[in-house]
């Protein structure tokens, strides 16, 4: 188990909320990290198409991960959960800012038994150690309700440039799963992708304030690209719609540009969105932001699943 050293910080290849303008840097690294890429091949559920698939589009999607049984039974322990006055109280707990609703709950897998073992299942760490070429541990694990009607959408960004800014992410070598528990539909909040965004870094403008996070988990601000930069990125690569059943999954690389709409509907899109990191790229010293991230958000221990 290795402690990051929050003073130490390797060169800035994404230098980001620097300067008066934002930069389109094309990425230096590999989105899959296979033996040929300075990883190494690990065999796994990902079919040598979905790799490709996931190195072309910075994302693949596994139309059923979990069997109806096991849907429910994460819907339940969810459930359990938002209504945990306890859970509820905790700073890891971040409610919607209008209704008051649970958005999200972070750290979930050292709350839930059954989600610290659905993050080790094959299923999903496996999936990850292929792509990332290595052995992997747990950035960020999180559950966001999206409730009907009102659920806040989050608005463009790249996780990487809030991981590299502000939890000391040296490279986008991190992949994130999200396991949808109710069925995404257009209408209901779905998760959006700009197919291919992840190759190139957007660079944003504006310094990141002292405890940024608690702001921004609730609506992200500092640290979402201009619309320009936006606007070039949609019209060169378009927007995928991830919808999907319950029990579906996207895997997608920490540089991708998405976002998703808030959810007017009657019917919440929930999810179990897990980060795993490489263990060869542990968190750093911020590269641009006052202090690191609270280890709830951004794990500072690398525990390799
Ligand atoms: O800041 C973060 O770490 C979180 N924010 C968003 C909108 N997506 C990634 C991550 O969960
Ligand atoms: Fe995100």
Same mark, same amino acid.
């Given at each position: 188990?290795?402690?990051?050293?929050?003073?130490?910080?390797?060169?800035?290849?994404?230098?980001?909320?620097?300067?008066?303008?934002?930069?389109?840097?094309?990425?230096?690294?590999?989105?899959?990290?296979?033996?040929?890429? !300075?990883?190494?091949? /690990? $065999?796994? *559920? &990902? %079919?040598? #198409? =979905?790799? +490709?698939?996931?190195?072309?589009? !910075?994302?693949?999607? /596994? $139309?059923? *991960? &979990? %069997?109806? #049984? =096991?849907? +429910?039974?994460?819907?339940?322990?969810?459930?359990?959960?938002?209504?945990?006055?306890?859970?509820?109280?905790?700073?890891?707990?971040?409610?919607?800012?209008?209704?008051?609703?649970?958005?999200?709950?972070?750290?979930?897998?050292?709350?839930?038994?059954?989600?610290?073992?659905?993050?080790?299942?094959?299923?999903?760490?496996?999936?990850?150690?292929?792509?990332?070429?290595?052995?992997?541990?747990?950035?960020?694990?999180?559950?966001?309700?999206?409730?009907?009607?009102?659920?806040?959408?989050?608005?463009?960004?790249?996780?990487?440039?809030?991981?590299?800014?502000?939890?000391?992410?040296?490279?986008?070598?991190?992949?994130?799963?999200?396991?949808?528990?109710?069925?995404?539909?257009?209408?209901?909040?779905?998760?959006?992708?700009?197919?291919?965004?992840?190759?190139?870094?957007?660079?944003?403008?504006?310094?990141?304030?002292?405890?940024?996070?608690?702001?921004?988990?609730?609506?992200?601000?500092?640290?979402?690209?201009?619309?320009?930069?936006?606007?070039?990125?949609?019209?060169?690569?378009?927007?995928?719609?991830?919808?999907?059943?319950?029990?579906?999954?996207?895997?997608?690389?920490?540089?991708?540009?998405?976002?998703?709409?808030?959810?007017?509907?009657?019917?919440?899109?929930?999810?179990?969105?897990?980060?795993?990191?490489?263990?060869?790229?542990?968190?750093?010293?911020?590269?641009?932001?006052?202090?690191?991230?609270?280890?709830?958000?951004?794990?500072?221990?690398?525990?390799?699943?």
């Amino acid at each position: 188990m290795t402690v990051t050293d929050p003073g130490a910080r390797t060169a800035d290849r994404y230098p980001t909320r620097v300067a008066d303008r934002p930069v389109l840097i094309d990425r230096a690294e590999p989105t899959v990290w296979g033996a040929a890429a !300075g990883g190494r091949d /690990v $065999p796994g *559920l &990902l %079919s040598s #198409e =979905e790799l +490709a698939t996931h190195e072309r589009d !910075g994302f693949v999607t /596994v $139309p059923q *991960l &979990l %069997s109806a #049984e =096991e849907v +429910a039974g994460y819907a339940a322990e969810l459930d359990r959960l938002a209504t945990d006055p306890a859970v509820r109280a905790d700073e890891r707990t971040i409610v919607e800012k209008t209704s008051q609703q649970v958005r999200s709950i972070f750290e979930v897998h050292t709350l839930s038994d059954a989600i610290a073992a659905l993050v080790a299942d094959e299923r999903v760490a496996g999936r990850a150690r292929q792509i990332l070429g290595s052995d992997v541990y747990v950035h960020q694990s999180r559950i966001n309700y999206k409730p009907g009607f009102g659920g806040a959408g989050f608005y463009w960004h790249s996780d990487f440039e809030t991981w590299h800014a502000e939890d000391g992410m040296p490279s986008p070598r991190a992949v994130s799963i999200s396991i949808s528990l109710t069925e995404n539909f257009a209408h209901n909040g779905c998760l959006m992708i700009m197919p291919g965004s992840h190759r190139t870094f957007v660079s944003c403008v504006g310094e990141t304030p002292a405890d940024h996070y608690k702001e921004s988990l609730r609506e992200q601000e500092i640290g979402t690209p201009d619309p320009e930069s936006l606007t070039a990125l949609a019209n060169r690569h378009g927007i995928a719609m991830l919808t999907g059943k319950a029990g579906s999954a996207t895997l997608f690389d920490s540089n991708c540009m998405h976002g998703s709409g808030s959810n007017i509907t009657p019917y919440p899109r929930s999810n179990i969105f897990i980060v795993f990191n490489s263990v060869e790229n542990a968190l750093e010293a911020p590269f641009s932001a006052p202090a690191p991230r609270p280890a709830h958000v951004a794990a500072r221990t690398v525990r390799p699943v």
